[in-house]
């Protein structure tokens, strides 16, 4: 019967309620859908960096990820090979030989990270190869080609089939070079990526290093990428412990926080517009509980204890409340849904969103669980608004409230 | 037998600031079956002896005892169900809750009483007939009349099935031919189910049609006085 009262009770006053309710979904909407298109950058910017970038997992030499020395390649590579070929979990991986080095024109030189790569296995895990603007991805048929971004082009101010000069340290740390010849120009949504990469087959980076066959990274794509921390507590297993296996977190830490930061601000956000929200809420059920006086003491004179009056203004406030979030819920997941499937273009921001790694493209997404935090926290929202509404009614007297006054 | 015994009955507001003393030592007894209009002019204390016998204030001085139980002694929640089991209260504004039916404002008690669905689904019905409201048992109180209202507020106190039943000024609102009709349904169920009404009231039509009448002057009783009036139902629906 509580229950059946507090809800008559919410449509007593259909304009109050249907102001309360509107103002809360419309909030709520606007706050989901605002929060779907951060977490739709985040994610973004992690799938561009797993794409073209770290792979889901990557296996180093210990040392060389803190300083690039090319003299900690991967002891016994072609164990770890085997291994991951027979491995199901694994999806692809590719074997890279990396070094820093200076990549430079007639016109200028940048400072950059060289990649040697085998085109083929390298397709299979990064989408780089998806991203040319000019010429190929490293084709059979070019001499000692390279792949560079069109920011490196264009500071370097070469384009297709321009010579440029590598100019790197040996693994006995001589400097040595040789001139490459742009076969691909690339361009991703990471500016930071485009201008810090480049690309050579494998075997020329071994030549110039004279470190034939060797490799410094393995990066690894799995079939699914909830598997990470099962896979990487596995092949620490298998592979033994001299290597350095990490998760695609571990080896960009920053892109990790970035992501757990991204969750605490979207809470954060959230719980400020519930704030908001709850004033609104906490006045209708003020107002509700102060129009109500007689009423309130006529149920306590008849015999209504306590608890009941109190659960009564609880319950109503929940409902009104719950309400409010589920239309609000609705609207959202329907704006989210239709954007996420079309896709909001925002290409006059093109270059800033670029330099934070992502497309100009933002496909908003919001997992379940968030919405089931969501309905906790409108919950808990809806609690604590009430309490006082709730306490004022409960501290009526009933001879006092029978005649409308309030203590 | 004393239903209601009070002794020294006081009641001073703001006693630290502006004293206002509401009642100044009542002292009455009140037996079961008794009709008994508590009158007198506006402010002399009548709505504050109902508040206080209903256990709805707390005398300053004095004590209430209903049924031998003395109601100052009972804790706030024993004290609310105390009032659920043994008194039925009827307001002047008719006091119905807006957003239940006649019938779930009569259940709505039964229902804090604990009472089971069957039980209190078939009192309520029984009740609304009694107060000649069958037909209108569905109904919200925004569409019965004032009388109608009150009726079904009397049916409500009558549900928990009290030792007697508090009006506070029951017929203020209401027309003459909805006052006769109350009354008449109240004398009838004073009569046949010998059921305890105490009225405070400035209407001379209850005042004429009470058994007792105790008028309450500056929180004092002034008269206590037991009337020739016997119940007479056809005399009355005559009236």
């Given at each position: 019967?509580i229950?059946?009262?507090s809800?008559?009770?919410?449509?007593?006053?259909?304009?109050?309620?249907?102001?309360?309710?509107?103002?809360v979904?419309?909030?709520?909407?606007?706050?989901?859908?605002s929060?779907a298109?951060?977490?739709?950058?985040?994610?973004?910017k992690?799938?561009t960096?797993?794409?073209n970038?770290t792979?889901h997992?990557?296996?180093?030499e210990?040392?060389f990820?803190?300083?690039?020395?090319?003299?900690?390649?991967l002891?016994n590579a072609d164990?770890?090979?085997?291994?991951?070929?027979?491995d199901?979990?694994v999806?692809?991986?590719s074997m890279r030989?990396?070094s820093t080095?200076?990549v430079?024109?007639?016109k200028?030189?940048v400072g950059?990270?060289?990649?040697?790569?085998n085109?083929?296995?390298?397709?299979?895990?990064?989408?780089?190869?998806?991203n040319?603007?000019?010429?190929?991805?490293?084709s059979?048929?070019?001499?000692?080609?390279?792949?560079i971004?069109s920011?490196?082009a264009d500071?370097?101010?070469v384009?297709?089939?321009?010579k440029?000069?590598?100019?790197l340290?040996?693994?006995?740390?001589?400097i040595?070079g040789a001139?490459?010849r742009?076969?691909?120009i690339?361009?991703?949504?990471?500016?930071a990526?485009?201008k810090?990469?480049?690309?050579i087959?494998?075997?020329?980076?071994?030549?110039?290093?004279q470190t034939?066959?060797q490799?410094?990274?393995v990066?690894i794509l799995?079939?699914d990428?909830?598997?990470v921390?099962?896979?990487?507590?596995?092949l620490?297993?298998?592979l033994?412990?001299d290597?350095?296996?990490?998760s695609?977190k571990?080896?960009l830490?920053e892109?990790?926080?970035l992501s757990d930061?991204?969750?605490?601000t979207?809470f954060?956000f959230?719980?400020?517009i519930?704030?908001a929200?709850?004033?609104?809420?906490l006045?209708?059920?003020?107002m509700?509980?102060?129009?109500?006086?007689?009423?309130?003491g006529?149920l306590?004179a008849v015999?209504?204890?306590?608890?009941?009056?109190?659960?009564?203004?609880?319950?109503e406030?929940?409902l009104l409340?719950?309400?409010?979030?589920l239309?609000?819920?609705?609207?959202?997941?329907i704006?989210?849904n239709?954007?996420?499937?079309?896709?909001?273009?925002?290409?006059?921001f093109a270059?800033?969103?670029?330099?934070y790694?992502?497309?100009?493209t933002?496909?908003?997404?919001?997992?379940?669980?968030f919405y089931?935090?969501?309905?906790?926290?409108?919950f808990?929202?809806a609690?604590?608004?009430?309490?006082y509404?709730a306490v004022?009614?409960?501290?009526?007297r009933?001879?006092?409230?029978?005649?409308g006054?309030?203590? | 037998m004393s239903v209601i015994?009070?002794?020294?009955?006081?009641?001073?507001y703001?006693?630290?600031?502006?004293?206002?003393?509401?009642?100044?030592g009542?002292n009455?007894?009140i037996e079961?079956g008794?009709f008994?209009?508590?009158v007198?002019?506006?402010?002399s204390?009548?709505?504050?002896?109902?508040?206080?016998?209903?256990?709805l204030?707390?005398?300053?001085?004095?004590k209430v005892i209903?049924?031998g139980?003395d109601?100052?002694t009972?804790?706030?929640?024993?004290?609310?169900?105390?009032?659920l089991?043994?008194?039925?209260?009827?307001?002047?504004?008719?006091?119905l809750?807006?957003?239940l039916?006649?019938?779930?404002?009569?259940?709505f008690?039964?229902?804090?009483?604990?009472r089971?669905k069957?039980?209190y689904?078939?009192?309520?019905?029984?009740?609304?007939e009694?107060?000649g409201l069958?037909?209108?048992?569905d109904n919200r109180?925004s569409?019965?009349?004032g009388g109608?209202?009150q009726?079904?507020?009397?049916a409500r106190?009558?549900?928990?099935?009290?030792?007697f039943?508090l009006?506070?000024e029951?017929?203020?609102n209401?027309?003459?031919?909805?006052?006769?009709?109350?009354l008449e349904?109240?004398?009838?169920?004073?009569q046949e189910?010998n059921?305890?009404f105490i009225?405070s009231?400035?209407?001379?039509?209850v005042?004429?049609?009470a058994?007792?009448?105790?008028s309450?002057?500056?929180?004092?009783?002034?008269?206590d006085?037991?009337?020739?009036?016997t119940?007479?139902?056809?005399?009355?629906?005559?009236?």
């Open positions: 019967m229950l059946s009262i809800w008559r009770n919410i449509w007593r006053n259909t304009t109050r309620s249907f102001v309360i309710i509107t103002a979904a419309l909030g709520l909407a606007a706050g989901i859908f929060l298109v951060m977490n739709g950058l985040t994610e973004q992690m799938r960096a797993i794409e970038q792979s997992i990557q296996i180093h210990e040392g990820t803190a300083n690039k020395d090319v003299k900690l390649f002891k164990i770890i090979e085997q291994h991951l070929q027979s199901k979990a999806k692809a991986f030989t990396v080095g200076m430079a024109s007639s200028g030189s950059l990270q060289l990649n040697g790569i085109p083929e296995s390298e397709k299979q895990v990064t989408y780089i190869w998806q040319m603007r000019e010429g190929d991805y490293l059979e048929d070019s001499r000692k080609p390279i792949l971004s920011k490196t500071k370097l101010e384009k297709m089939k321009s440029v000069v590598l100019t340290q040996d693994v006995n740390g001589d040595v001139a490459f742009v076969s691909g690339f361009q991703t949504t990471s500016t990526f485009d810090g990469n480049a690309f087959k494998k075997e020329d980076l071994q030549k110039l290093l034939p066959n490799v410094h990274e990066a799995l079939n990428a909830d598997e921390p099962n896979e990487l507590s596995q620490k297993i298998s033994g412990e290597y350095l296996i990490q695609w571990e080896v830490p892109l990790s926080y930061a991204s969750m605490q979207n954060l959230l719980a400020v519930l704030t929200l709850a004033f609104g809420i006045n209708t059920m003020l509700s509980v102060f129009e109500r006086i007689k009423e309130i006529v306590m015999g209504m204890n306590k608890l009941k009056v109190f659960n009564m203004i609880v319950i406030t929940i409340s719950a309400l409010g979030a239309v609000g819920m609705l609207i959202g997941i704006i989210i239709w954007t996420a499937q079309h896709g909001i273009n925002l290409s006059m270059e800033g969103l670029a330099s790694g992502v497309s100009d933002i496909y908003p997404s919001l997992s379940v669980s089931i935090m969501l309905m906790i926290m409108v808990v929202t609690l604590l608004s009430s309490i509404p004022k009614a409960l501290s009526l009933p001879a006092e409230a029978l005649q006054i309030n203590n | 015994e009070i002794t020294n009955l006081q009641k001073i703001n006693p630290k600031k502006i004293p206002v003393h509401a009642l100044n009542i009455l007894s079961e008794e008994t209009a508590i007198g002019p506006s402010g204390g009548k709505s504050t002896l109902l508040n206080m016998i209903g256990g204030d707390e005398p300053t001085e004095g209903i049924n139980v109601i100052s009972l804790s706030g929640r024993q004290l609310i169900d105390f009032r089991k043994n008194i039925g209260f009827v307001f002047q504004n008719y006091s809750l807006p957003v039916t006649a019938r779930e404002n009569v259940e008690i039964m229902q804090l009483q604990g089971k069957l039980e689904k078939q009192r309520a019905e029984q009740l609304l009694e107060v069958a037909e209108r048992m109180p569409h019965l009349s109608q209202q009726r079904v507020a009397v106190a009558l549900a928990s099935k009290p030792k039943i009006a506070d029951p017929t203020a209401l027309d003459s031919h909805s006052t006769n009709e109350l349904m109240m004398l009838k169920l004073n189910e059921m305890t009225f009231t400035h209407d001379q039509r005042i004429d049609k058994r007792r009448v105790v309450i002057v500056d929180g004092k009783i002034e008269e006085i037991f009337t020739s009036n119940v007479d139902l056809k005399e009355s629906h005559e009236n």
